[in-house]
């Protein structure tokens, strides 16, 4: 059974349009299929928005959204081994087969397969027809998740409960008192303070709480409440704010600007006031500045505006020049609001049985006033004898976590459809996992989903003053843009502030999961099987043995990620057979020689990540360096893997992660290293005799750290290969480490004994300025070179 919607074919479509553009360029028959493919997709994008917005109400909608992803998801796969063939030519340097004219027969395989594509896209757009949808303008969401056009029905009023409030006084005092102290006068009139957290976590009614104290109503002679939500519209907002501090106001938003502008600049009169801006979505720094000019130039000074906002980008448009991040309520507080609920007049009477189940239920909550509100009236609502199920969330009513399920969907639907399909896609780590952000960016390339906003996302890194990669800009954008919107909470940094990793909140992992319903799975105990329909899987995690088999007829996963424990390795076709996978981790099967599964693999095309982490590989496996589209090699604890093969340069097109650890274990690398022109992430490289420092020439990719070891094994470069400071070009770079290493025993291997190898190698070596970070162990030389004297040019 499919969830309630069938999200993501927009995105889907978007995707293939991408893929379709970049291969219009093939000839013949493959060239007409494309173009074929192209021209109806285009027809069906344009009533896409229609779809999306009618899917909720219409069971024959949904279902046709759900055929058309699936019949993007096969194209993709068809044109995605189009290009797989283009990059295997490529690096033997030889012409394709179907770009040979005398060679047809390849060209018409593909042809056949995307005849067949477009056969059933024929049906798709005739069922189109029938649904009678219509081209309607989407809303203009951006990558960030701005949304001009997004309706939304919430209101909020200024009214609250107080005494149904738990858990807010500090966050009142403090809110409070940037309110009444007027220090900030001296700066500016106007202040701004913002209320920024997760959708439920309570923002509103915070400032709610704030705005109705008795303290902050003797301090401002105006007060005005404005749910602003999505509609940021300067005309409405002037209008609504008349209305409440005039009530005899006859202005409307139909009013010009100027004629609104006036009467405001009239009402306000130099008095000390305070606006509540709640809900608000918007990012548009102009729309605010446009909003602000009748209160700045009218303000008495100490007055204030709160803005209560899901988004750190919002609170940072408007310059507050304060703002509380609010996070979740204690268990306790949690707990308390379950009990108001629970125990109310025609609930169940209160019993230390009850109490203890209840506490144990409020651990649930995860510090979401929401949740406990909406758990408390479910407790109310049933029997004593059910609390215990509701503890093992096996009797949750879909109703009553339906409002919850609302108000956070409020904010996905906000995001453009790339972000939601960088969402939905978490749904694949199991709850509570602590997510590494580089991992996360390296999934969703691998998967695909930088690939359709990276032109637009690239614009906007062109801004920064770090050269950015693609995983840089599409990938980190995307991320810092649902992070900023609480779609991520718990964050831990590193020390240059940026996030390292970060967890899902229950509620959003939730809502994840019933977005990609059956087409993600976190499959861990095998009951979980006998319940879900896996035909249409695609991307499945936490595997067992006892559950590997129950993959027998799916035949399209995409992503294998993560097992339950250490396992034994199952047949090779029991996981090779998946032949669109992009992702494969095989990091579970401890102590597994997969060199000889060649036959098995050499079918995976579309592979983006391998995780051969922790198995007993003695050699890389010949069959890695035929996976052309591989961006991400990982290599930890492979405790027998003490060398790299040359060939590794056939990866060169693609490759952007090389993952390795433990360096004293490395006999030699390859100087086919230098030919990845694409790597970022290079640990460490070990030096040995042969390789010279020339193996960095190209790497120019190259971010985050670096370690060169045995730097006396590698010797200056002859004037005629020598390339000047190969290091210079690596702007990324933020920390290097040069080892010299001190087993100098042989000193015949290590030309220059008294030295001067290592001055001239170091002098070669000198890196780029914006380095953060630079030791040198273990060197030799009596002097060091000049570009040394300038080393406080670097920041540390």
Known sequence: ???????????MVNRLLSICFEEIGLV?????????????????????????????????????????????????????????????????????????????IARLKIAHKIKAINKRLADIYENMKLLQLVQLEPPNNDQSGNSSGFGDNRETASDVNESAVIGRDKDKEKIIKMLINDDDAAAAALSVIAIVGLGGIGKTT????????????????????????????VENLFSQILQLINENSTKTESSSKEVLQKELRSQLGGKKFLLVLDDDWNEDETKWEDFLLPFMTNAAMGSK?????????????????????????????????????????????????????????????????????????????????EWWGVLKDEIMSLDQRDLIKNVLKLSYDNLSPALQACFSYCAIFPKDYLIS???????????????????????KACN????????????????????????FQEAKMNKYGEVTHCKIHHHLHDLAQSIMDSECQVMGESSIMRRTDLSECRHVSMISLSTIEALDEVKKLRTIFGWESTCKAPRADALFKFKSLRVLDLSGFRGYDFSSTINSFKYLKHLRYLDLSYTSITSLPTWVTGLYHLQTLKLIECHNLTELPEDLMKLKQQLRHLFIDDYKRWKKMPQAIGELHQ??????????????????????????????????????????????????????????????????????????????????????????????????????????????????????
């Open 305 to 385: 505006i709160i803005v209560t906002t899901r988004d750190r980008k919002v609170a940072s448009v408007k310059g507050a020049h304060h703002a509380l991040y609010l996070e979740g309520l204690s268990g306790e507080d949690c707990w308390g609001l379950i009990e108001n609920q629970a125990f109310k007049r025609g609930g169940p009477l209160k019993t230390s049985r009850l109490v203890e189940i209840g506490r144990e239920i409020s651990k649930k909550c995860h510090g979401v006033p929401l949740a406990a509100k909406v758990l408390g009236g479910l407790l109310c609502s049933i029997k004593e004898g």
């Open 464 to 487: 920064s003053q770090r050269k950015l990669t693609l995983e840089d800009a599409a990938g980190t954008i995307c991320f810092d843009a649902l992070y900023s919107k609480s779609f």
């Open 206 to 233: 915070l400032a709610q709480l704030v705005y109705n104290d008795g303290a902050v109503k003797k301090h401002f002679e105006l007060k005005a409440w404005v749910c602003v939500s999505t509609k940021f519209k």
């Open 28 to 104: 013949g028959g493959v060239k007409d299929e494309v173009k074929k493919l192209e021209t109806v997709l285009r027809v069906i994008q344009a009533v896409l928005h229609d779809a999306e917005r009618k899917q909720g109400e219409r069971e024959v909608v949904r279902q046709w959204l759900h055929q058309l992803k699936q019949v993007a998801y096969d194209a993709e796969d068809v044109l995605d081994e189009v290009d797989y063939k283009k990059l295997k030519y490529s690096v033997d340097n030889m012409t394709p087969r179907w770009l040979n004219p005398k060679r047809g």
């Open 679 to 796: 790597l970022q992430t290079l640990p460490f490289f070990v030096g040995h005799e042969g390789v010279g420092i020339s193996v960095f020439k190209n790497l120019n990719e190259l971010r985050g750290a670096l370690d060169i070891h045995r730097l006396r094994l590698m010797k200056e470069e002859s004037l005629a290969k020598r390339v000047i400071k190969p290091l210079r070009e690596k702007s990324n770079l933020r920390e290097l480490r040069l080892h010299w290493d001190d087993d100098r025993e042989s000193s015949s291997s290590s030309a220059g004994g008294d030295g001067s190898n290592d001055f001239n190698v170091l002098e070669e070596l000198q890196p780029q300025t914006n380095l953060q970070w630079l030791s040198v162990e273990d060197y030799c030389g009596v002097e060091f070179p000049a570009w040394m004297s300038a080393v406080q040019t670097f920041p540390t």
């Open 437 to 459: 952000t580089e991992l996360l960016i390296q999934l969703w390339m691998a998967q695909g989903l930088l690939e359709a906003p990276r032109q637009q996302l690239l614009l």
């Open 1 to 11: 059974m499919m969830g309630e919607y069938a999200f993501g074919a927009g995105e």
